[in-house]
């Protein structure tokens, strides 16, 4: 048995053995997959035990007063309606809200149906994982350049020279970048001749494979970016081969920003933020690449954009070797032929702007909690876990707790879903359909693959697709008895009604009932799936991905830029004014002080976001919840084995685990621990801490409404002996 594995952004093709019984004996790599070519890392390798978790739930659960009920589906969908309906005839629709977590990016039923669920609520507190993640990514590529899904990844296999800012793929495996065996690729780079320069306030798995690692004080990558643009400009480095406007504006923003004026702040010596503009310059191709560390920051949108205004001013935006855009074989979703508008709306407590329809996740617990017309009292959480993984988790914990109504789709009774009125549990993994639509769409490599559930559904079990249908349905008023199938069709009509009218598209002219009949696939996923395959650039389908279960290779990355840019100036915006504005936030910036300590994440090989911690497998070892300091820091403070770290928000007793790989002054601890009153028996005997009582949801990166969880000022102070204390948030009250 062939399937992508479904857990992180790398999109590794896997080969499963399984026994008469249909359990999984082993997952290996799969050898004939050509992007993956056999690599596996060790969450892949516990995919069968992920699959068959016992602590998943296989029915709905229907919670009342504490204790918690097994249902069937029809009592369980009953359940929804009335408590969305109660809220709504009592609130109307802005009282509800909805959060779409990580997976959904990663499910067919979370991709495909996400947004016409949200739309059925009718509601403006749409919220997702993208702001506590890469919304700093889409806004800056929104206004440079009219697309915010116009989001480029380094041409991996043949850059010659890669600048890596805030992601350690070593132990994440890539992110907005799909690239199987990511620390593989970066060994091939070095081997044929080339240079990785990693910056980051750790010296991470990544940095170990570096030519260069640089030390970068946390939260500072946009005074560093600016640093190299300004050394660009100033010595003439730039060669730009595209059709650009802002030029003038950026000399003139950049101006302040020299090397000797960013330095003292960002922690890199003037003379290597020159030289890196200089080696970027001089190198035949190169690529500019960052996430976590330089988007979930202050100024993560400022960053954002000076990384792609350095692939830009270097000739290397869009060009082999550089940074460049997937070809998807679907067509490309959720474009619109309209150049970019962001801030249609704003949230209602703290008006931060939408973002692609969404609002930033650091508002929900406001809204929640503060009354008035449009307060939020109904939530729908779709693969989510918001109190592990949102800023100031522990106050929006408390907060789901005074909501009149909440629903999640999830397999486990969690820190969040336990607060929920109704779970509805999706089939386990290897009873689903896979296809990576998001992924896809950022591999270094065009390639494209599908692979069909292996065990069928119980009779009477909902597909996760289903499930979101029928939440669809629920919420727009067609009652829990609605066919989800009627879902399907509409959105089917509706592309294929679109295709056959528009001039250019491969099916324009063909009559929609018979491109309908014609569609292949066991559900209505699948044969959306057929059709936006169709679609696609390549003229695949359904039944072509089934004919080539290791999936298809369909070659390197080619320019795309002119088909995607949508900026009313028809030209790469270099210094647009929402961006520009950051400049000036950037400059007071220099001139404050830089507080004592710092606090930063980190992810772990064997652990994925919050839910992973339940597998034995991945547990233990290294892959623990712990505080790393510098043994200087460690010395100067007087810490012992436990440490009470305090911030703005709240505060946490902490295990402390010295390390020499951490800047002095920076203390790192892995987020998505914190595990309490949950039904996952492994993770509960190792429960960790909430890192995310101490990061702040009142600070934010002001263009995106991005959530902040890197750079947060904390203070370190020994704990002495006794009884561990439990979280205390004292942000709670502002
Ligand atoms: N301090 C700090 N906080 C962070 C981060 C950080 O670096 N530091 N990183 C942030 C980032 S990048 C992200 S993406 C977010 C992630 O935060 P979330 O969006 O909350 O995602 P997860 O923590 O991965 O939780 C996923 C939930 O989905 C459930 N689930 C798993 N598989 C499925 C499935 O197939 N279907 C359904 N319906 N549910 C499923 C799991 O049980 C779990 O409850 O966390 C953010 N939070
Ligand atoms: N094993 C594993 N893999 C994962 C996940 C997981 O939880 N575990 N999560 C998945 C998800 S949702 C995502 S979004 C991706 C994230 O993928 P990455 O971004 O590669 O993940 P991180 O390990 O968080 O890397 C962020 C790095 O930024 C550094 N950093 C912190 N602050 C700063 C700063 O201010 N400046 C700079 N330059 N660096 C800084 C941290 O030390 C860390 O090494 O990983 C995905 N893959
Ligand atoms: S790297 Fe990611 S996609 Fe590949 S096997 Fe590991 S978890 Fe799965
Ligand atoms: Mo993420």
Known sequence: MHRTCPLCDAVCGLRLTLDGGGRVTSVKGDPLDPFSKGYICPKGASLGRVDDDPDRLQAPMVRRGDEWHEVGWAEAFQAVERGLHGVIEAHGRDALAVYLGNPTFHT???????????????????????TIDQMPKHVACGHMFGDPLAISVPDLDRTDHLLMLGANPAESNGSLCAAPDFPGRLKALRARGGRLVVVDPRRTRTAALADEHLFVRPGTDALLLFGIVHTLLAEELTSVNLEVAGLADLRRLAADFAPDAVAPVCGVPAGRIAGLARELAAARTAAVYSRIGASTVEFGTAAQWLVDVINVLTGNFDRP????????????????????????????????????????????????ETPGEGQVRALV??????????????????????????VCVDPYLNETTRHADVILPPPRILQMPHY???????????????SPAIHPLEPGRPSEGEIMAKLTLIASGQGADADPGAL??????????GATQAP????????????????????????????????????????ELRANPHGIDLGPLTPRLAELLRTVSGKVELA?????????????????????MLLIGRRQLRSLNSWLHNVPGLSGGTNRC?????????????????????????????PVEPNADIMPGVVSLPHGWGHAGTRQSVAAGQPGVNANVLTDAAVVDVPSGNAVFNGVPVTVTPVPAGPVRAPVATGAAR
Not at 488 to 497: A, K, N, P, Q, S
Not at 516 to 543: I, N, P, T
Not at 576 to 596: F, I, N, S, T, Y
């Open 108 to 130: 067919m039923g979370g991709i495909l149906y996400r947004g016409a669920l949200a739309q059925a609520l009718g509601t403006r507190n749409v919220f997702s994982a993208s």
């Open 321 to 368: 070797g550089g940074v460049m855009f997937t070809r998807t074989a679907t067509m490309d979703l959720g474009r619109s032929g309209e150049p970019w508008v962001q801030g249609r709306w704003h949230s209602r407590v703290r008006g931060l702007p939408e973002s692609l329809g969404e609002l930033p996740v650091a508002t929900l617990a406001d809204e929640i």
């Open 381 to 406: 959480v779709v693969a989510g876990n918001p109190v592990l993984s949102a800023p100031s988790g522990d106050r929006l914990e408390r907060a789901l707790g005074e909501l009149d109504f909440m």
């Open 436 to 450: 990576d639509f998001l992924l896809l769409s950022v591999t270094v490599r065009n390639y494209t693959r599908f």
């Open 488 to 497: 399907d069709e509409m959105i089917l009509g509706e592309v294929i009604r």
């Open 504 to 543: 250019g598209s491969p099916l324009a002219g063909r009559d929609p009932e018979e491109v309908r009949a014609g569609l292949d696939g066991d559900s209505g996923a699948e044969r959306m799936l057929d059709l936006f395959l169709r679609l696609g650039s390549y003229g695949l389908s359904l039944a």
């Open 576 to 596: 647009p004014p929402r961006l520009a504005e950051e400049a000036g936030r950037l400059r007071e910036r220099l001139a404050a002080p830089v507080p004592e």
């Open 626 to 654: 712990t505080l790393h300091a510098h043994p200087d820091d460690i010395a100067r403070l007087g810490l012992g084995d436990r440490a009470l770290v305090t911030s703005a928000a709240g505060e946490l007793e902490v």
